[in-house]
DNA sequence: GAATCAATTTAGAATAATTCTTGCTATTGG
DNA sequence: CCAATAGCAAGAATTATTCTAAATTGATTC
């Protein structure tokens, strides 16, 4: 169990979200990064962009800095087979499919109105917490 | 390219599948474990249960037979966040449920008659060579 | 059955993404 | 300003997995 330090008025003039998170430079740097292209870089391609603002970030900065980000649900961490770890701003419930040819992710949309139990045969009682959609394949051009 | 070793009569006496797959001892004992206990073990997991059988396997070898049984199909590979693989006998087309109380992989099976496509918007064009569907929660009793 | 020769197995070393440790710095609230 | 806490950086540690190299197996051919 952790004490919350009292803040009798919410933050004033500190710069920390609604759930307490601190938004430090390091913790702005890797965010912009992964919300200036939406393309599912991994830690350390979000490492080496975040490095053109901040010269002197280390890389295990840039994982405290996701895992954070990550716990406080401003980013999505994506992982397909065994591949290191790809972060995703994007907080729409959604899937990912990679295509092997290019090797890039593509987002895919949930069709509107559709119920994971309409889809799936869940386990009666199952609580789901979260749901990870991964599609491998390629696009052909046809 | 690989020349295959000629062999006009279709490998007489010779213990191999269609595709060419040599069982070998250690590959039969690895494939029987994964069938003995449907609960998608880890390969170390494998490597311990399978020593009953074959106390001088290595664990290397159980890697290597796992390897080749998903490529040849016999066994899938399943992935759950950055956590050891593990491995599936069940061919059919399903999702997995991680209760994250017991720790239990469940397998869970896609309702009749979804198409992909119906559930999600895939790029046009898309070829899907792979649908990987993993859950978490919990399974409350009420 | 023996020779051949690629495929397989084994033990151990290597790899690599990630996590941990530790000492330092920055920020907060008082 | 002070004390407490949180965050950062550098490098070491961890660990699932892969690789290497040498020995073994076993299918095919003689
Ligand atoms: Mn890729
Ligand atoms: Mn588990
Ligand atoms: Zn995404
Ligand atoms: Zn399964």
Redesign the pocket.
């Known amino acids: 169990m952790?004490a919350k330090?009292?803040?009798?008025s919410v933050?004033?003039?500190?710069?920390?979200d609604a759930s307490g998170?601190?938004m430090?430079?390091?913790?702005q740097g890797v965010y912009r990064v992964l919300l200036a292209e939406r393309d599912h870089p991994?830690?350390?391609d979000v490492f080496m962009r975040v490095k053109d603002k901040?010269p002197?970030?280390?890389?295990?900065?840039v994982?405290?800095?996701l895992?954070?980000l990550v716990e406080h649900r401003l980013v999505r961490q994506v992982n397909f087979e065994?591949e290191?770890?790809r972060y995703c701003p994007n907080l729409e419930e959604h899937g990912h499919f990679h295509d092997q040819h290019t090797g890039v992710i593509h987002d895919v949309k949930f069709k509107p109105g559709v119920q994971l139990g309409d889809v799936l045969d869940l386990p009666s009682g199952a609580v789901i917490e979260d749901v990870e959609i991964n599609l491998r394949g390629q696009l052909s051009l046809a």
């Open positions: 952790q330090p009292s803040s009798k933050n004033p003039g500190s710069a920390e998170l601190r430090t430079r390091q913790r991994t830690a350390n901040l002197h970030i280390s890389l295990a900065t994982y405290n800095c895992e954070v065994r290191p770890s």
